[in-house]
């Protein structure tokens, strides 16, 4: 199954509103999950099952979508959420993850 | 404190072997499916395989590209998770991250990763 983000790179300001697209190949359920990484780091997890919030992410993070169609809407943008953000699926085998949206300052 | 810590990186040739190991604390390890992800330079995430566990019968799983060289494996009597690379490749070349599979869809726990780098 093939994951494919949109944009690859968007920039922002602090204060916005930001919304990741991530669509699959093939239907996928609600198996998808959402990661922020920043550089030297590993993945952190946001988002699980589609639309649950990891423990410890801040409200501000939001997930939507089944199916093929899935989003993650961060809903106003602070200074620590600049980072690259993943969508993943584990609806089958091989696991796979999008190509990953860079998210910067504008 | 839940917490994964990956070992065994470094440089190799292409055409050799290296065995990553991925030591894990503060949770039952036996309960958890593991996984390997990896990052080359510059690049996404990559999923390189998973070992199930002993419900699902230690079953392991492959990404194409690393399937009949890489082989994955547990000591949960040790809460140990290890991944043999054999024949490696250049473009294996990645930081190779261990992650915890939380069974709610998502890795909810990951080392910090360990570098291997695949160069004559």
């Known amino acids: 199954i093939q994951l494919t983000q949109s944009p690859s790179s968007l920039s922002a300001s602090i204060g916005d509103r930001v919304t990741i697209t991530c669509r699959a190949s093939?239907?996928?359920?609600?198996?998808l999950a959402w990661y922020q990484q920043k550089p030297g780091k590993a993945p952190k997890p946001l988002i699980y099952?589609?639309?649950s919030l990891q423990s410890g992410v801040p409200p501000r993070f939001s997930g939507s979508g089944s199916g093929t169609e899935f989003t993650l809407t961060i809903s106003s943008l602070q200074p620590e959420d600049f980072a690259t953000y993943y969508c993943?699926?584990?609806?089958?085998?091989?696991?796979?993850f999008g190509g990953g949206t860079r998210v910067e300052i504008k | 404190e839940v917490r994964l810590v990956e070992s065994g990186g470094g440089l190799v040739q292409p055409g050799g072997s290296l065995r990553l190991s991925c030591a894990a604390s503060g949770f039952t390890f036996s309960d958890h499916h593991m996984d390997w992800v990896r990052q080359a330079p510059g690049k996404g995430l990559e999923w390189v395989g998973r070992?199930?566990?002993?419900?699902?019968?230690?079953?392991?799983d492959y990404a194409a590209s690393v399937e009949g060289r890489f082989t994955i494996s547990r000591d949960d009597s040790k809460d140990s998770l290890y991944l043999e690379m054999n024949s490696l490749k250049t473009e294996d070349t990645a930081v190779y991250f261990c992650?915890?599979?939380?069974?709610?869809?998502?890795?909810?726990?990951w080392g910090k990763g360990t570098t291997v780098t695949v160069s004559s």
């Open positions: 099952a589609a639309s």
């Open positions: 992650a915890r599979d939380s069974r709610k869809h998502n890795m909810d726990v």
């Open positions: 993943q699926q584990l609806n089958s085998y091989p696991v796979t």
């Open positions: 093939q239907g996928i359920s609600g198996h």
């Open positions: 070992s199930r566990d002993k419900p699902d019968r230690f079953r392991t």
